[in-house]
């Protein structure tokens, strides 16, 4: 259930700062938006300005084209809605309508169109560039050869990544995610300290302990000389990680050039991810739908909070990535829709559009649906 209610607002705050992005945006550039909403329909409450200026309300799920004579929104109507999951805006003229009215999307230039469009993309890194900001304030995990000489660190420690075949680690029961605490008692931190102490007892066996999920424990170990170094070892591989804490300005860029890595990196995996997809690899594994999500937003929430802002991080600029692309139904289709207008000289007629938006949508339908079958599966 906590993992559930932790999705659900991980997930809000991500799609409601998509469609905050497309709202201001609009209102900016003279674009009425009919109605904002919190979470999805069917429709709570809604409150608005009438004709007169004052504000009103309504309860339910009516229409907004019958609300009473001279009470007729005279602006955005802000609904909360039943369904928690982000929210929407709907936009007066974004299927066509109203090309002769000034504050109609359809009757705007091309540019502030595929801007609006654009806007909840640059919302989602915008807001990633924010957390990961948060996150170097009250201090984010960090590898500790990437820190700065101003990072404040604490709680240094290495983690086990991976452990080889047929190494003393694998025999001894060393596993992946094993945090290596201290050797013979002796606290180690980074990678230095850790082959410092194997080296200065090579040949002996000596005493690991080790934090797991299942508590604390020790095992002995004899280091072995491992194939392509010159020193002994346990024949794993390891990440040397701590609390990092910077100062504000510090932290800010430390969040918007971390942004920046991991949004090139995203961008790497989801090309791969294409190649591997037309080479025939398998990429169940790589995929996870709302399911697969939601469980690892639970595994990460229970790290901590610095943890949860940088997967929060990570899902925005996803979802970024995604909703980029020239698909029908995404806002990268219908930029692909403004860009065909733009070569074409008139815009693609709107019965045309709408039919590939619909196949579209509901193509993207069918494959989460497949990919939540898939994270079921592998729950079980």
């Known amino acids: 259930m906590i993992t559930a209610i932790i999705f659900i607002l991980v997930l809000s705050v991500l799609v409601f700062v998509h469609e905050l992005g497309h709202f201001f945006t609009a209102r900016r550039l003279g674009v009425k938006a009919d109605e904002f909403g919190f979470g999805f329909p069917p429709r709570a409450l809604g409150v608005y300005k009438d004709v007169n200026g004052r504000w009103r309300h309504f309860w339910g799920n009516k229409a907004l084209d019958s609300l009473p004579e001279g009470q007729e929104a005279a602006g955005t109507v802000y609904s909360l809605n039943w369904l ?15 090309k002769q009215e000034a504050d109609s999307f359809a009757a705007k230039s091309l540019w502030r169109r595929a801007l609006i469009l654009a806007a909840g993309v640059i919302m989602n890194i915008v807001l990633a560039a924010v957390l990961l900001s948060v996150g170097y304030m009250i201090g984010m995990p960090q590898s500790l050869e990437d820190a700065r000489p101003s990072a404040h660190i604490t709680q240094a420690e290495i983690l086990v990544v991976e452990t080889l075949a047929d190494s003393p680690a694998q025999k001894a029961g060393i596993q992946t995610g094993d945090i290596i605490v201290a050797i013979n008692g002796e606290a180690v931190s980074s990678h230095e300290q850790l082959q410092t102490s194997l080296a200065t007892n090579q040949g002996e ?42 100062p504000f300005f510090i932290a800010i860029w430390e969040g918007i050039k971390m942004t920046g890595v991991m949004f090139w ?18 990429m169940g594994a790589q995929v996870a739908g709302p399911v697969g ?11 901590g909070f610095a943890y949860l802002l940088q997967f929060m991080a990570l899902l925005s600029l996803n979802l970024a990535l995604i909703n980029i692309l020239p698909f029908p139904a995404l806002d990268g289709g219908r930029l692909l829709f403004l860009l065909i207008e733009k070569f074409k000289g008139k815009p693609v007629r709107q019965s045309v559009e709408a039919w590939i938006h619909t196949i579209g949508f509901w193509l993207l339908i069918i494959l989460i649906v497949f990919v939540t079958y898939k994270d079921i599966v592998r729950l079980f």
């Open 84 to 98: 928690p999951l982000g929210g929407f805006v709907r936009i007066k003229g974004e299927n066509g309508e109203g």
């Open 293 to 303: 999500i939601a469980t690892l937003t639970g595994q990460v929430a229970s790290l």
């Open 205 to 246: 066996a000596v005493d690991v302990l080790l934090k797991t999920e299942q508590g604390s424990k020790h095992l002995e170990i004899v280091p072995e000389m491992i194939a392509g170094t010159n020193n002994p070892g346990l024949g794993v591989s390891i990440y040397s990680s701590a609390t990092i804490r910077y």
């Open 265 to 282: 990196a995203i961008i790497v995996a989801f090309y791969g991810l294409i190649v591997g997809l037309f080479s025939g690899a398998s």
